[in-house]
């Protein structure tokens, strides 16, 4: 029996959730998810807003209507049921509108950061796809094809002797912005954070085809993954899986040496 991937349905504020694959943070959540086939999940904060159930939509938040982007999320839900996923969904991406009010707050200008850098303007997919998990068990989400790259990639390399892990694939610009206020409440400055972190919209991780890979008894997105067996392999093979080393080091974005952030580039792209 052909079993079907998971997949996550994207907007600008809300995302849909296949229901099994989120954890339930109280009782009623736990009866709810063990019914419901979708969860609407708020994506500024992860609050669970509304669970599909086979009857209909059970309401997790007073005034669920009043909820920024609910009627478009069950738009898409609705849509993405009367035809096959891979159609539609599968070639859209999210508008642009609101990241320049993001970088704003940053005191960025989205342009002279795009050519300050060189790095390109990310949109966020509609439709992303489940790719396992991550070394702490959260879904890990990317495009169809860095998936299916992933996959594939990891069992040459189990075969090989090699373990590789992902520590995180597929994040929002909400999720990137979260980044810089949590390290500017900690005294950062955005120069500073620039060094580690691509500005909101700019981050490869945005467009589903970048993750980062550790391998297990090394520390998450450590530059000590260098000297590992695992990032030894995957200078060798990674491109043969469509994966290349976004930043070395002396890259010209001006990012620091990240040994572990690999992105997927389409064959034709």
């Known amino acids: 029996m052909h079993r079907t991937t998971p997949l996550l349905i994207n907007t600008e504020t809300v995302e849909l959730w296949p229901a099994p694959l989120l954890r339930a943070r109280s009782n009623l959540d736990a009866r709810l998810l063990a019914r419901a086939q979708w969860v609407l999940r708020r994506k500024q904060d992860g609050r669970y807003l509304a669970a599909i159930l086979a009857h209909g939509v059970?309401?997790?938040?007073?005034?669920?209507?009043?909820?920024?982007?609910?009627?478009?999320?069950?738009?898409?839900?609705d849509g993405a049921r009367s035809r096959p996923f891979g159609t539609a969904l599968e070639v859209q991406w999210l508008p642009l509108a609101g990241l320049q009010q993001r970088l704003q707050q940053l005191g960025l200008d989205a342009k002279r950061y795009a050519q300050d850098s060189g790095l390109a303007l990310e949109a966020e997919p509609c439709l992303l796809h489940f790719a396992g998990r991550d070394r702490f068990a959260r879904p890990l989400w990317l495009r169809r094809g860095a998936a299916q790259g992933w996959r594939r990639m990891r069992l040459h390399a189990a075969r090989d002797g090699i373990a590789l892990d992902a520590i995180s694939g597929f994040r929002s610009h909400a999720y990137q912005l979260g980044i810089f206020e949590r390290k500017l409440a900690r005294g950062q400055s955005v120069p500073q954070i620039l060094q580690v972190n691509a500005a909101p919209g700019f981050s490869e991780h945005h467009s589903g085809h970048a993750l980062d890979i550790g391998t297990p008894g090394d520390a998450p997105a450590e530059e000590t993954f260098e000297a590992t067996a695992a990032f030894a392999w995957l200078q060798a093979n990674a491109g043969t899986h469509g994966f290349h080393l976004s930043y070395p080091r002396d890259n010209p974005h001006g990012i620091v040496y990240e040994p572990w952030h690999w992105c997927w580039k389409p064959a034709n792209g």
């Open 58 to 77: 059970h309401s997790l938040v007073p005034r669920l209507p009043r909820e920024p982007g609910v009627e478009e999320a069950l738009a898409l839900l």
